[in-house]
């Protein structure tokens, strides 16, 4: 059961902006950094931005994370087809004493 | 490099156990805590609990309080996970990753653990 609330879907094409919400409480998003991370079909999940809005070495700019109060977001732009994946926001839960994941987005480029 | 990688795919009766190990290469593993995550099919990610490489403290979700064991073997640099009691809905991937701090930023590939009777 997830804590973090998020669009079951997004879609654009490319080099479009798309934009995926997570929406939280302030015991996770609220008091703590949120986390992204990108899984593409048939693998494991992939760090994209840690820290509400840092990017590993490696991870393509048009990547970037804000976020407001008890929601958080990323943002892809200029979208491209390889960017075609399940998005899913995670941070730590204080109440909980864990981590929690969003309900994951799947993003589809048209 | 990092690497984390992890043991073969099983198949459980139900009300059996199943122990998936990490074998983690690439940095010194005391340094990091690991956490495992899993992944019901066609679900979301489940974070299941924590564990230190440095002296082994743990930080289980309270779902999974009771039935998961995670120990490591730092002679090896190897985690493991311990799942007891396995029921239908405990089938999924099971991954583990390295958890510098309240992230996971290198990922095993994954233990595909069913559960059939």
């Known amino acids: 059961q997830s804590v973090l609330t998020q669009p079951p879907s997004a879609s654009g094409t490319p080099g479009q902006r798309v934009t995926i919400s997570c929406s939280g409480s302030s015991s996770n998003i609220g008091s703590n950094a949120v986390n992204w991370y990108q899984q593409l079909p048939g693998t494991a999940p992939k760090l994209l931005i840690y820290?509400?809005?840092q990017r590993p070495s490696g991870v393509p700019d048009r990547f970037s994370g804000s976020k407001s109060g008890t929601s958080a977001s990323l943002a892809i732009s200029g979208l491209q087809s390889e960017d075609e994946a399940d998005y899913y926001c995670a941070a730590w839960d204080d109440s909980l004493n864990g981590h929690v994941f969003g309900t994951g987005t799947k993003v589809t480029v048209l | 490099q990092v690497q984390l990688v992890q043991s073969g795919a099983e198949v459980k009766k139900p009300g059996a156990s199943v122990k998936v190990s990490c074998k983690a290469s690439?940095?010194?593993?005391?340094?990091?805590?690991l956490t495992w995550v899993r992944q019901a099919p066609g679900q979301g990610l489940e974070w299941m609990g924590w564990?230190?490489?440095?002296?082994?403290?743990?930080n289980y979700a309270q779902k999974f309080q009771g039935r998961v064991s995670m120990t490591t073997d730092t002679s090896t640099s190897t985690a493991y996970m311990e799942l007891r009691s396995l029921r239908s809905d405990d089938a999924a991937v099971y991954y583990c990753?390295?958890?510098?701090?309240?992230?996971?930023?290198?990922w095993g590939q994954g233990t595909l653990v069913a559960v059939s009777s």
């Open positions: 564990i230190s490489g440095y002296n082994g403290n743990t």
């Open positions: 690439g940095y010194s593993f005391t340094n990091y805590g």
């Open positions: 990753a390295r958890a510098p701090r309240h992230y996971f930023d290198y």
């Open positions: 820290t509400n809005n």
